[in-house]
């Protein structure tokens, strides 16, 4: 729901890079077939809704780093002028979701789903 909502943010022109982020031990991706899987769903996803420069990617971060700071060291090293997250819905932010918008240097856009 949160990937459909913030599509309907963006212009044809755009460009929307949508990343996965996934610890490098994590046993969905030890396989090829799974990550093959993982890649053409939101692949697909992208073709059908987001706009034509798009593309997706996984990105692997190491069990010695934690999924907030991997977040926030890729954001920051972007050249993107947005960031968009989609956490799940919940009462309060997670401690995820504080740190990445207390702690990425551009624009964030928060969409609860």
Do not use: W
């Not at 996934?22 to 059908?48: F, G, Q, V």
């Not at 907030?68 to 050249?79: D, G, P, T």
Request: net charge negative; glycine share 2%; aromatic share 8%.
């Amino acid at each position: 729901r949160g990937f459909d909502i913030l599509m309907r943010l963006v212009n044809p022109r755009d460009t929307v890079q949508l990343v996965y982020f996934a610890h490098s031990y994590n046993h969905d991706l030890s396989n090829a077939e799974e990550k093959d899987h993982i890649t053409d769903y939101y692949t697909k996803e992208l073709r059908e809704i987001g706009p034509v420069n798009s593309d997706f990617k996984i990105v692997e971060y190491a069990a010695n780093m934690d999924l907030a700071h991997s977040i926030v060291e890729y954001a920051n090293e972007s050249s993107a002028d947005v960031f968009a997250i989609a956490p799940r819905a919940t009462r309060n932010p997670s401690s995820i979701t504080e740190h990445i918008l207390t702690n990425v240097l551009l624009t964030v856009l928060l969409c609860k789903n």
